[in-house]
T-cell receptor
Framework: AQSVTQLDSQVPVFEEAPVELRCNYS??????LFWYVQYPNQGLQLLLK??????LVESINGFEAEFNKSQTSFHLRKPSVHISDTAEYFC??????????FGQGTILTVHP | DGGITQSPKYLFRKEGQNVTLSCEQN?????MYWYRQDPGQGLRLIYY???????QKGDIAEGYSVSREKKESFPLTVTSAQKNPTAFYLC???????????FGPGTRLTVL
């Protein structure tokens, strides 16, 4: 079985500041890793994913995450956030086809 | 446009009544999933189905039932046996051999 821990339930930050949302996982087998974003009262949207290959993955809106196997982490970073990045972010892991295990979520609030 | 639809967006029911939540996808995905979301708890898997006429219990299946008679549809029934049904319910689907899931907009169920 696998588990995911998002280390911060809430992260407040000012606009244009950098941000890091932390995610650690545990699994006895190789995993695939995902970050999803959820805006209020909406479904989840896939932000980025690590399946294999380069350990640094990027999204189209400036987020990036690095898979660190030795530290079992997949932290999400953005060098400069916008007000529109305010949302809840979920880290998820899959060790077998189809089944995702989600973290508890991190609420990112960007202040002007 | 391809996607996943859930209806209704908001649903109110009296305690003791069964209620069915709709989920339809036109992505031609084989697998479909139902999650429950509660504040601060992330997403928890209720049921999933990898092919038509077959489905498996997730982590919190008690008090719920599903059917998968068509590839496009995966309705969820919240029965009166579910002790605390008020929550945000999310449906998702994925393609054969791929791990990322695509989510619908969700249904917020309130039991009065």
């Amino acid at each position: 079985a696998q588990s995911v821990t998002q280390l911060d339930s809430q992260v407040p930050v000012f606009e244009e500041a950098p941000v890091e949302l932390r995610c650690n996982y545990s699994s006895s087998v190789s995993v695939y890793l995902f970050w999803y974003v959820q805006y209020p009262n909406q479904g989840l949207q896939l932000l980025l994913k690590y399946l294999s290959g380069s350990t640094l993955v990027e999204s189209i809106n400036g987020f990036e995450a690095e898979f660190n196997k030795s530290q079992t982490s997949f932290h999400l970073r953005k060098p400069s956030v916008h007000i529109s990045d305010t949302a809840e972010y979920f880290c998820a892991v899959s060790a077998s086809y189809g089944k995702l295990t989600f973290g508890q979520g991190t609420i990112l609030t960007v202040h002007p | 446009d391809g996607g996943i639809t859930q209806s209704p967006k908001y649903l109110f029911r009296k305690e003791g009544q069964n209620v069915t939540l709709s989920c339809e996808q036109n992505l031609n995905h084989d697998a479909m999933y139902w999650y429950r979301q509660d504040p601060g708890q992330g997403l928890r898997l209720i049921y999933y189905s990898q092919i038509v006429n077959d489905f498996q219990k997730g982590d919190i299946a008690e008090g719920y039932s599903v059917s998968r008679e068509k590839k496009e549809s995966f309705p969820l029934t919240v029965t009166s046996a579910q002790k605390n049904p008020t929550a945000f319910y999310l449906c998702a689907s994925s393609n054969q051999g791929r791990n990322e899931q695509f989510f619908g907009p969700g249904t917020r169920l309130t039991v009065l």
